[in-house]
């Protein structure tokens, strides 16, 4: 596929939390999971199963991409009883982190359950991730550096 | 409609291994039956039509799926990501009636084996018509039974097999059942 292509996705609050998802930790998932009540089970399609993705980079702005190298990717597909199916991939090679994402993917498009898997896991997931974002933004904002005569200089 | 998706092999590796096991002695013995287990096939394929594109198929195979075989395209695309394509580009046909080999890629004389291949499923591989096959892989003569061939199948396949070494492979199925009838043999009717 041409990586100058950039595709909007279809479904821009799926894309959201499967993003969410693919951060989150295994434990912390189930945890909240736990806190969710009684759930369908669920049975799986595919995997979970580990293979490599190919990270392209490009240097400067106007340079053609190059092979950056691989990374380790985990997924897997699950089907709730409901009939619901769910994706994820996920950095490494943690199997079970994969199925977890997976299945709260399925339950998310469960319109029955969607608002109390929002509120009870993505949001708390999300806001955990955007705290330690922001956290470790403001510590790496302590130690910039400003080159103001290279700046002037330029201008 | 990816409320039908349904697994795939139910070991991977081992089963996928056992299949291309099954297509290569297939190949090397025409008409001889082999089965083929693991996997439940989505409606309309059989089992063993499933497991060989299970097997066979994946992104670097451009696939073609008879009309009736599409039903089954979205559990095919899952599973193997086979890009689909125009009859005449595919290397993997998938088609529930024996489709125009004319129409399909024979290969070039510098690279016969890039022709198709077609999984084509039948009827039966135990009753039926009966043909009799001749040629590499076969000391003798061995007569098969095909439900679910054209009545002039015959004429069709030596159109086909004259092009030796060009041509297209076919591997039929039905049930858990395959047998291939690669370019190299002919066909008489019993």
Redesign the interface.
């Known amino acids: 596929m041409n990586d100058s292509v950039r595709t909007t996705h279809p479904d821009p609050a799926r894309r959201r939390w499967m993003a969410v998802l693919a951060r989150a930790k295994a434990d912390r998932i189930a945890a909240l999971l736990a806190g969710c009540g009684a759930l369908p089970p669920h049975?799986?399609?595919?995997g979970p199963?580990g293979g490599l993705v190919m990270v392209r980079g490009r240097a400067g702005g106007g340079g053609s991409a190059f092979n950056l190298g691989e990374m380790t990717v985990t997924r897997c597909?699950v089907?709730t009883t409901t009939?619901?199916?769910g994706h994820a991939y996920v950095a490494g090679r943690e199997e079970r982190r994969a199925e977890l994402a997976a299945f709260v993917d399925a339950l998310m498009q469960d319109q029955t359950c969607a608002a109390d898997i929002e509120c009870r896991v993505i949001a708390p997931l999300e806001r955990q991730q955007m705290e330690r974002k922001a956290d470790r933004a403001s510590n790496a904002a302590a130690t910039r550096v400003q080159f103001f005569a290279m700046q002037t200089m330029r201008t | 409609m990816?409320?039908e998706?349904?697994?795939?092999f139910a070991d991977?590796v081992a089963d996928a291994q056992s299949c291309f096991r099954s297509v290569l002695n297939a190949m090397a013995r025409p008409g001889h039956l082999h089965a083929i287990g693991g996997v439940s096939a989505p409606h309309p394929l059989c089992d063993a039509a499933a497991a060989i594109l299970l097997t066979l198929a994946d992104h670097e195979t451009p696939l073609w799926l008879d009309p009736m075989a599409a039903e089954a395209s979205v559990w095919i695309t899952?599973?193997t990501g086979a890009p689909r394509t125009p009859a005449a580009q595919a290397m993997f046909v998938m088609a529930l009636s024996l489709p125009d080999l004319t129409g399909l890629s024979i290969g070039t004389d510098e690279m016969p084996e890039t022709s198709a291949t077609v999984i084509l499923q039948v009827a039966s591989l135990t009753t039926g018509q009966r043909y009799v096959l001749e040629g590499p892989g076969l000391r003798e003569p061995r007569v098969v039974a095909i439900d679910g061939l054209p009545p002039d199948f015959v004429a069709i396949w030596q159109q086909n097999h004259v092009l030796y070494p060009l041509g297209v492979d076919l591997i039929l199925c039905a049930g858990n059942q395959l047998t291939a009838l690669p370019r190299s043999v002919s066909i008489k009717d019993a």
């Open positions: 049975t799986i399609i595919r199963e597909t089907r009939g619901f199916v | 990816s409320n998706l349904s697994p795939g991977s899952f599973h």
